[in-house]
């Protein structure tokens, strides 16, 4: 599936313009004239990669981003500008760009933004469906389980952990047996994977 491209701009043949590269290139694109537009349709919208004005009446790029920011959202986005700003360029970085662009933009330039983007996002999406999947592993760990195998995933023996918790050996060991059953795997680097993609930190 082919992830959308989001334009706003306020300016009717730049947003025509830049429509057609992107359609010739076999990108899907959904054109906005404001950035109000583009918040009222925003609940509807898939994650996609923004390019966005940096001057707009009302509403500008960079505050449109920091708006998108503040509802939790972080697509990968490309700010387009007219005019050589460097303190403009310096906040859209801040604020999650992942490229600045002058106009008239380099088409070459745009579309290697854009792919950038996507691919941020197919790596995001990656990420979260792999945090998914730890944490319904992790679910099916018994508390006595889950302290065992933070343990484990800070690299402590099974005699270092049957004196931190006060087990014996031979406890630590089923426990460790069960682990390894409701995950699938005996690898300890299989297993520390599992708790660090579920939100775990060493």
């Not at 390019?51 to 790029?61: A, C, N, Q």
Request: glycine share 6%; with cysteine; hydrophobic share 45%.
């Amino acid at each position: 599936m082919t992830l959308p491209v989001y334009l706003v701009d306020d300016d009717d043949a730049v947003r025509e313009a830049i429509g057609l590269l992107l359609r010739t290139v076999g990108l899907q694109v959904r054109s906005f004239a404001s950035p109000d537009a583009f918040l009222a349709s925003l609940a509807t919208l898939a994650p996609g990669c923004l390019i966005l004005d940096i001057r707009m009446p009302v509403m500008s790029g960079l505050k449109l981003q920091q708006a998108l920011r503040e509802r939790g959202v972080t697509w990968p986005t490309v700010i387009i500008s007219g005019h050589g700003d460097i303190e403009a360029c310096r906040r859209a970085f801040r604020n999650g760009a992942i490229d600045f662009l002058s106009k008239p933009v380099d088409e070459e330039d745009l579309i290697d933004a854009i792919r950038k983007g996507h691919e941020a996002l197919e790596r995001d999406s990656r990420q979260a469906s792999e945090a998914a999947e730890a944490k319904e592993l992790l679910s099916r760990l018994t508390p006595r389980e889950a302290e065992v195998l933070e343990m484990i995933a800070k690299g402590l023996t099974t005699r270092q952990i049957s004196e931190a918790l006060e087990l014996s050996t031979r406890t630590v060991d089923s426990h460790r047996a069960a682990i390894a059953a409701k995950f699938g795997t005996t690898s300890t680097a299989e297993q520390t994977r599992f708790w660090l993609d579920a939100g775990g930190s060493r």
